[in-house]
């Protein structure tokens, strides 16, 4: 049984169907008859969805006639159109209740079936007085405009779905977001006393194997606060707020990025990376953003590169640009996950010997686009997989901007 709230909605549904009201004029003068209407028919009500009325029949959109008193009941039913042009001289329908009842020579009435096979209503035009038309052509003609009327209310119900759809992806997607944003807050606190804490052990045990230990416990922390940090970043970038990019005028890239280096390198002692910097003593960039951008590539080398291969690094500045490369060797990207790489939560399982979160070249991607530059990656077996960071190093002004949004 419909309940009100969704018979309004059918009749507002109706219309907004901007054929009806021409599909009900051709009703009309179709059939002669003064009146048309499309009807809303379920087990327990008849409402008016539209209408056109020429004879003061009394019904408006939203309005009722008792269910049992229709013909559209039986229509229901049986789900076959009914037709008569004059009832009075009609065997059947000069005593069938409806027509006596409100006084009906002719009628015709159409269902209306959508594509998942729901009743809905009727296509139904009516007249006090008898007509003239043929009724298979009614019949052939009117079947169209109901299935065309049926069918713009599939084309309704399916945007509608894909709405509803939409907006709950985007919704959960918002609550996951901020679930994790405040989940990194509240781990970072007691890591950073857990960091501190190994630090003083550390410098104070005397025993090689609890300093081994405690070491252990100082290197998983940083690279706990490593991943709360991206995540920090991600839920910044995606809930709006944007990662922030400080860009100003610098003389401490080619540290920063020698750091970066030097503490990669301690991190990973299995594989041998290479650097060749060459930056002009001032720089225009967010140094500790460039920083993390390239330790996450050095991280994505280490980790899918192949360890008997050297990693090769390359930072410079000329022409007004700032460009950093990062080279392994290794498996080669699949050329379906390539379009992915800058994605979150995209991870390659080809020679893959970390567990990371799939964040890393999507925040370096965002950080390369915060600096108005790009992050790109080549792939073959001649060359390697190589990630080019290209971005502009020309001093404009200081300001600070958020990742994802225009300098």
């Known amino acids: 049984m419909s309940s009100p709230s969704d018979l309004d909605r059918d009749v507002t549904r109706i219309a907004r169907i901007d054929a009806v009201s021409l599909i009900l004029s051709m009703v009309k003068h179709t059939t002669g008859m003064r009146f048309a209407a499309v009807a809303r028919v379920t087990d327990s009500r008849w409402v008016a969805c539209a209408v056109d009325d020429s004879i003061d029949f009394g019904l408006e959109p939203g309005g009722e006639l008792v269910l049992e008193t229709t013909i559209c009941n039986e229509i229901r039913d049986h789900r076959r159109p009914m037709i008569f042009r004059h009832a009075s001289e009609d065997s059947v329908y000069s005593v069938h209740h409806t027509p006596r009842l409100y006084q009906l020579e002719s009628y015709v009435s159409i269902p209306i079936i959508t594509a998942d ?129 400080k860009r100003e005028v610098t003389r401490d890239l080619l540290a920063v990025l020698n750091s970066v280096v030097d503490e990669i390198t301690v991190s990973h002692p299995e594989v041998s990376i290479n650097s060749h910097f060459s930056i002009e003593s001032q720089s225009f960039c967010d140094a500790g953003r460039m920083g993390q951008l390239l330790s996450n590539l050095l991280i994505n080398a280490v980790t899918h590169g192949s360890p008997d291969s050297p990693v090769d690094v390359t930072a410079k500045t000329e022409n007004g640009e700032i460009a950093l490369s990062v080279t392994n060797s290794g498996p080669v990207i699949p050329q379906e996950l390539m379009s992915l790489l800058f994605q979150p939560f995209t991870r390659s399982n080809a020679g893959g010997r970390g567990k990371g979160l799939g964040l890393g070249l999507y925040i370096a991607s965002q950080i390369a686009a915060a600096h108005d530059g790009t992050l790109s990656v080549s792939s073959t077996p001649e060359n390697g997989t190589r990630f080019v960071a290209r971005l502009p190093n020309v001093v404009e002004r200081v300001a600070l901007q958020p990742i994802g949004k225009p300098a």
């Open 117 to 245: 096979g729901e009743f809905f209503g009727t296509l139904c035009a009516i007249d006090t007085a008898p007509a003239q038309f043929d009724e298979m052509a009614v019949l052939n003609t009117l079947g169209l405009y109901a299935q065309l009327i049926g069918l713009q209310l599939d084309m309704q119900q399916a945007q509608e779905t894909t709405q509803v759809a939409l907006i709950n992806e985007e919704e959960t997607g918002r609550l996951r977001e901020q679930f994790i944003a405040v989940l990194g807050h509240d781990l970072r606190s007691p890591l950073t006393a857990i960091g501190m804490s190994s630090e003083l052990l550390e410098a104070k045990l005397t025993g090689e194997r609890e300093r081994e230990l405690a070491s252990g416990i100082k290197q998983s922390s940083r690279r706990m606060s490593s991943l709360i940090e991206d995540v920090l970043d991600f839920s910044n970038g995606r809930l709006g707020d944007g990662i922030p990019v």
